[in-house]
């Protein structure tokens, strides 16, 4: 019952906010209501037990990612190319792209009505102590199993990083010689 | 019965301590921090041979209620050109992200609202950074160039230094090898030592990131008067800027409350190990006890009628809490000697006797940052950057090689002080290279060219 009453809370909070980031016209209105939409979608992540999920997906996105989003809003005025960016043809490219994902949840839906625990109410919430710690699994699979590709990300975040530090750099320089 | 009704009353009878827990932070954070800030007039005019507020109250101890009923009736003002939805919502942002980490937090080994949470301190950490958030969306709204400036001052300054003071914090949750906070309260328990005397120099980088982090000075740049009016609360007045304020403090209280955790041993009581020092169970009692007790006697010397009849309340409370704890250790006794009781109380006990140490270290962490604030002037926002990215950050670095070597001699044999001073020797060697190459860089850099650097705004 109260898991129920949680999951549609955070899934209709994720659905309404998810559609005011598209018809809001204010950028920064619309990272605000992305940010609902991703601290929604953590609850979720968080009513499953994925612990670790949850608070990655707060540090991260909302922490991190949004930020960087509201400053690039806020530091490029973006009221005025936004008129020119209406194309021809655009409710008739809306309608099909809702059409198609309409069809797709709706099929998968019905395909899926004869599983096991289908249906509006959720059943079988897996109890909080038969699960493992999940971000003890988490760190074991990848300073173990997945060490290289781990350190391969990593390594690439590193270079993009200085990458961009190099760059932001070599401009300021030529610009002071100029 | 109602089903319906059998449900929800199993639900309380489960949950009714984190839910007390949840209304006890909901309703008192915003009078502690209210407090926290009579504390800190206070302790300035002390330091400043001063008497602070003396007006309402007796010492003035009325002060925060009496500002926050100005503050609600205050006009409230929204600037006509700010967007206003934002506007509204970026004060309630700071507050919420503040006080909703407070529900990780573990105010003594009963006193949690999300006690079971696998990763409470990353929790705590993650939720009160969002915080900043509602500083440049407020920054952004107000539509004023100061506050815009305050607003990305006090971003970068916050992504700077919490770069310094998650590997700050990793030193110690290396130490602990856990994220869940009674874990790593457990932890400390168990190593026979706080980690603050296991990786000092984590400790102090915490110190110094908290005080960036919470933007205050020496550090406040992001409402530094002189430059920027109030940075970006220049626009905010009335309730909202209170909100601001409280989130603020409420900040203070959460980041105090980490550090608490991690460096200063969380609710333990001063060497909780040592068997014949049990009597300092009975402590916290006492001494609320003794506080009443100067209540009444300084009661007789309240020059007005109302601040003797207020001294006289105050001690009447401080009685009530220690009589509450007399009365929890008698019926403890009594369940011992076998005398049934119907409801179980016996976590309570160590449960409040825990929040007061926990809250006792708080205290004490936030006098630190208050004490800092009036003894350093305030730093100019290069040499700020400065000191985060080029001496900070690569101290916090080499300090968890540092602990993870000294886990590892520890491992093999060595004694663990041996390793610790060893290392923390290494690193504090380590600290003077990067003091003076960074010194020896900005001066060879300000004769080379003497354009002012362009990191200030």
Redesign the interface.
């Known amino acids: 019952?109260?898991d129920s009453v949680l999951f549609y809370f955070f899934a209709g909070v994720a659905v309404i906010g998810a559609a005011l980031v598209v018809t809001s016209r204010?950028a920064?209105?619309s990272a605000?209501f992305l940010?609902t939409t991703l601290l929604a979608t953590a609850g979720i992540f968080l009513q499953l037990r994925a612990?670790?999920l949850?608070?990655a997906q707060?540090?991260l996105y909302?922490?991190g990612i949004?930020?960087l989003f509201?400053?690039v809003i806020?530091l490029v005025r973006l009221d005025v190319p936004l008129h020119h960016l209406r194309f021809r043809m655009k409710n008739l490219v809306v309608t099909v792209v809702i059409a198609v994902l309409g069809a797709e949840a709706g099929a998968i839906i019905y395909l899926a009505r004869k599983l096991p625990g289908q249906g509006l109410f959720i059943q079988n919430m897996a109890p909080?102590d038969k699960l493992a710690?999940?971000?003890e699994k988490l760190a074991e699979s990848l300073f173990s199993g997945y060490l290289l590709p781990f350190e391969i990300a990593s390594v690439l975040l590193l270079v993009a990083m200085v990458g961009a530090v190099v760059m932001a750099k070599n401009k300021k320089r030529t610009e002071?010689e100029s | 019965m109602n089903p319906t009704v059998l449900?929800i009353l199993h639900?309380l009878q489960t949950w009714w301590v984190e839910l007390t827990c949840g209304v006890v932070i909901v309703a008192v954070v915003p009078l502690v921090a209210g407090y926290v800030v009579l504390l800190e007039r206070k302790l300035m005019a002390d330091m400043q041979a001063r008497l602070g507020p003396m007006r309402v109250g007796p010492h003035g101890l009325l002060q925060p209620i009496a500002d926050a009923v100005k503050l609600l009736i205050k006009e409230d003002i929204i600037p006509a050109e700010s967007?206003k939805?934002?506007f509204w919502?970026a004060p309630v942002i700071s507050m919420v992200a503040a006080l909703t980490s407070m529900g990780a937090v573990a105010f003594g080994p009963a006193f949690q609202v999300a006690r079971?949470?696998?990763?409470g301190i990353?929790?705590v950490?993650?939720?009160s950074?969002?915080g900043?958030?509602g500083i440049?969306?407020g920054g952004?709204?107000s539509n004023s160039h100061y506050s815009?400036l305050g607003a990305l001052r006090s971003?970068a300054q916050l992504?700077s230094y919490e770069t310094a003071g998650g590997l700050a914090i990793i030193s110690a949750l290396l130490l602990s090898g856990t994220?869940k906070i009674s874990a790593i309260v457990q932890a400390q328990y168990d190593q026979h030592a706080w980690f603050i005397f296991l990786a000092p120099v984590a400790g102090f980088i915490y110190l110094v990131a908290s005080i960036a982090e919470t933007n205050r000075a020496p550090f406040d740049l992001p409402e530094a008067e002189s430059e920027l009016v109030a940075g970006y609360m220049t626009e905010y007045s009335g309730f909202r800027w209170a909100l601001y304020f409280l989130g603020e403090y409420a900040n203070m209280i959460v980041v105090g409350s980490i550090a608490t955790t991690l460096f200063l041993g969380g609710w333990l009581r001063p060497f909780p190990n040592v068997h014949w020092l049990n009597w300092l169970d009975f402590l916290p009692a006492v001494i609320i006890a003794l506080v009443g007790v100067y209540c009444i006697y300084r009661a007789g010397k309240q020059p007005v009628k109302v601040q003797t009849g207020f001294m006289w309340a105050v001690a009447l409370g401080c009685f009530a809490v220690a009589f509450v704890f007399a009365a929890l250790w008698l019926l403890h006794l009594f369940h011992r000697f076998g005398v049934l009781i119907p409801l179980n109380l016996d976590f309570i006990l160590p449960g409040l006797n825990g929040a007061f140490w926990f809250l006792l270290k708080v205290s004490g962490y936030i006098y630190v940052f208050m004490w800092l604030r009036f003894t350093l002037p305030r730093y100019r926002f290069d040499q700020l950057m400065h000191l985060g990215w080029y001496i900070l950050i690569p101290l916090a670095i080499i300090n968890v090689f540092a602990v993870g070597i000294s886990m590892l001699l520890e491992a093999n044999g060595v004694n663990r002080w041996i390793g610790m001073v060893l290392t923390t020797v290494l690193v504090l060697a380590a600290a003077v290279f990067l003091v003076r190459w960074h010194d020896q860089r900005t001066e060879s850099a300000s004769t080379a060219s003497l354009?002012p650097d362009s990191y200030a705004g």
Not at chain 2, 116 to 119: A, E, T, Y
């Open positions: 019952m109260l204010n920064i209105h605000v940010i612990e670790f949850f608070i707060i540090i909302v922490g949004m930020v509201i400053f806020m909080p710690p999940n971000s002071e | 449900t639900f967007d939805f934002i919502l079971d949470i696998n990763i990353l929790f950490l993650g939720v950074s969002l900043f958030l440049i969306l952004w709204a815009i971003t992504v994220l354009t």
